[in-house]
């Protein structure tokens, strides 16, 4: 690729636009070659003629003898995430010259008119020797000003009869041109346009010596104004390309790359089972999105896996009588019951019968239900009495449970108070092989 050769670039264009970490690595390696290409970002409004003036563009830059490279995006399903590529179409003429490497992307739901990899795929066309590289946004809106954050320099197309001039060029894109081009020149109102945004200028202008973007109107069609408007843009370059303003675009990009790969990362959680349990009202939103950034923080900084001492504690046994029940294990077992009690939260009768001599030791838990409807009641009557879970006890429940949860285990509730005071909380069995689990504080 280094080389020139134009297949090498397209084959690691592909790594890079999947997101592989082969092209992750090839990105780290190939980087100090980069950042002596300029780059041009062309963005603006639907039907404003990007294309056919990204076109011309290339055609004037190649007749100076620069390489360039052009990244087209285009708009894609937001369902199928398929896209018609036009600029394939439109910059045809090109595509036998060696000194042009187009590349086409879609955005795949990325919004703010760039596609994920519009970033590295433009670091990949710099460090394979090409001077410039133009990224043509998508048709945009009023506030989608991503490119400004990754373009050296932001050329903004407008054309005239757009309906309310004052609303194309409201506040937002307008704010982040370095040159305003007005296309379509020839249709009548062309110069209205630019009055409109030479007095918006005036407008917004705070003092004196701040340099306003300049207006240039083409005909991107006739191959009118187009030298005119190259020249600008590297007149623009030469005064904010400095090292300050390039830490400065750097700062947007590490911004929108850090972004990117956390995004990625919570889409490889368990986010659609958490989004379930929220539609279902098990979850609140927020203690949904703390799980989804503890996972985050799991996969960016794998926590140190200590063994902990693991222990039985009880095991819990649904039976439709405790006094039935006892009948059983206290007068033919001869086991002691250390205590009973009524948990209101959980609607159950609690007997602990202790299985060795150490109080601390592991226990038979009978549970009945105190109400027809609550959770041993509906257990019993879908299942039998019967074992209804097992208990162990963990030294450090709350890291346990931060464990669990950033490994995507599916917990039935949050650490809380249950029978004898201890702290507990539930794992769902299709986390566990198939048995309900209690874990409880030590």
Same mark, same amino acid.
């Given at each position: 690729?280094?080389?020139?050769?134009?297949?090498?670039?397209?084959?690691?264009?592909?790594?890079?636009?999947?997101?592989?970490?082969?092209?992750?690595?090839?990105?780290?390696?190939?980087?100090?070659?980069?950042?002596?290409?300029?780059?041009?970002?062309?963005?603006?409004?639907?039907?404003?003629?990007?294309?056919?003036?990204?076109?011309?563009?290339?055609?004037?830059?190649?007749?100076?003898?620069?390489?360039?490279?052009?990244?087209?995006?285009?708009?894609?399903?937001?369902?199928?995430?398929?896209?018609?590529?036009?600029?394939?179409?439109?910059?045809?003429?090109?595509?036998?010259?060696?000194?042009?490497?187009?590349?086409?992307?879609?955005?795949?739901?990325?919004?703010?008119?760039?596609?994920?990899?519009?970033?590295?795929?433009?670091?990949?066309?710099?460090?394979?020797?090409?001077?410039? %590289?133009?990224?043509?946004?998508?048709? %945009?809106?009023?506030?989608?000003?991503?490119?400004?954050?990754?373009?050296?320099?932001?050329?903004?197309?407008?054309?005239?009869?757009?309906?309310?001039?004052?609303?194309?060029?409201?506040?937002?894109?307008?704010?982040?041109?370095?040159?305003?081009?007005?296309?379509?020149?020839?249709?009548?109102?062309?110069?209205?346009?630019?009055?409109?945004?030479?007095?918006?200028?005036?407008?917004?202008?705070?003092?004196?010596?701040?340099?306003?973007?300049?207006?240039?109107?083409?005909?991107?069609?006739?191959?009118?104004?187009?030298?005119?408007?190259?020249?600008?843009?590297?007149?623009?370059?030469?005064?904010?390309?400095?090292?300050?303003?390039?830490?400065?675009?750097?700062?947007?990009?590490?911004?929108?790359?850090?972004?990117?790969?956390?995004?990625?990362?919570?889409?490889?959680?368990?986010?659609?089972?958490?989004?379930?349990? %929220?539609?279902?009202?098990?979850?609140?939103?927020?203690?949904?999105?703390?799980?989804?950034?503890?996972?985050?923080?799991?996969?960016?900084?794998?926590?140190?896996?200590?063994?902990?001492?693991?222990?039985?504690?009880?095991?819990?046994?649904?039976?439709?009588?405790?006094?039935?029940?006892?009948?059983?294990?206290?007068?033919?077992?001869?086991?002691?019951?250390?205590?009973?009690?009524?948990?209101?939260?959980?609607?159950?009768?609690?007997?602990?019968?202790?299985?060795?001599?150490?109080?601390?030791?592991?226990?038979?838990?009978?549970?009945?239900?105190?109400?027809?409807?609550?959770?041993?009641?509906?257990?019993?009557?879908?299942?039998?009495?019967?074992?209804?879970?097992?208990?162990?006890?963990?030294?450090?429940?709350?890291?346990?449970?931060?464990?669990?949860?950033?490994?995507?285990?599916?917990?039935?509730?949050?650490?809380?108070?249950?029978?004898?005071?201890?702290?507990?909380?539930?794992?769902?069995?299709?986390?566990?092989?198939?048995?309900?689990?209690?874990?409880?504080?030590?």
């Amino acid at each position: 690729m280094l080389a020139g050769d134009l297949r090498a670039l397209a084959r690691a264009a592909t790594l890079v636009e999947n997101q592989t970490e082969e092209g992750r690595d090839l990105l780290s390696e190939i980087f100090p070659k980069t950042g002596r290409a300029l780059t041009v970002g062309i963005t603006g409004p639907p039907g404003a003629g990007k294309s056919t003036l990204v076109n011309r563009m290339v055609a004037r830059l190649r007749a100076e003898h620069k390489r360039v490279g052009v990244v087209a995006v285009d708009p894609s399903s937001p369902f199928s995430q398929g896209a018609i590529l036009g600029d394939r179409i439109r910059m045809q003429e090109h595509h036998g010259d060696p000194g042009v490497f187009i590349r086409s992307m879609a955005t795949r739901g990325q919004l703010g008119g760039l596609a994920a990899a519009t970033l590295e795929l433009a670091l990949l066309i710099d460090a394979a020797g090409f001077d410039v %590289v133009l990224i043509e946004t998508v048709g %945009v809106g009023q506030d989608e000003i991503e490119i400004s954050r990754l373009a050296d320099v932001t050329v903004l197309v407008l054309v005239p009869q757009m309906g309310d001039d004052v609303q194309a060029i409201k506040a937002g894109i307008v704010e982040i041109a370095d040159v305003f081009a007005i296309n379509k020149s020839d249709l009548p109102g062309a110069e209205r346009l630019e009055q409109e945004i030479r007095a918006m200028q005036s407008l917004s202008a705070t003092s004196s010596e701040v340099q306003n973007p300049p207006v240039r109107q083409v005909c991107a069609t006739e191959g009118k104004g187009i030298d005119e408007l190259i020249a600008e843009i590297f007149r623009v370059a030469e005064h904010k390309v400095p090292l300050a303003a390039r830490a400065k675009t750097w700062e947007h990009r590490l911004r929108r790359m850090v972004r990117d790969r956390l995004y990625a990362a919570v889409r490889e959680a368990e986010v659609l089972k958490i989004s379930a349990r %929220v539609a279902q009202r098990e979850l609140d939103p927020f203690r949904a999105v703390s799980l989804l950034s503890a996972r985050i923080e799991g996969i960016l900084n794998p926590p140190q896996v200590t063994k902990m001492p693991v222990r039985i504690d009880h095991l819990g046994i649904a039976v439709r009588s405790i006094d039935q029940a006892l009948s059983f294990y206290r007068d033919q077992l001869g086991m002691k019951v250390a205590d009973r009690e009524t948990v209101d939260i959980e609607k159950v009768h609690v007997a602990m019968l202790p299985a060795a001599a150490d109080s601390c030791g592991p226990r038979i838990e009978l549970l009945e239900a105190s109400e027809p409807g609550s959770v041993i009641g509906r257990f019993i009557e879908k299942r039998g009495a019967g074992l209804h879970h097992v208990a162990l006890k963990v030294d450090d429940l709350l890291a346990t449970v931060t464990r669990l949860e950033t490994s995507g285990a599916r917990l039935l509730n949050e650490p809380r108070q249950g029978a004898g005071g201890h702290l507990y909380v539930f794992v769902h069995p299709e986390s566990t092989g198939g048995i309900l689990l209690e874990l409880i504080q030590a």
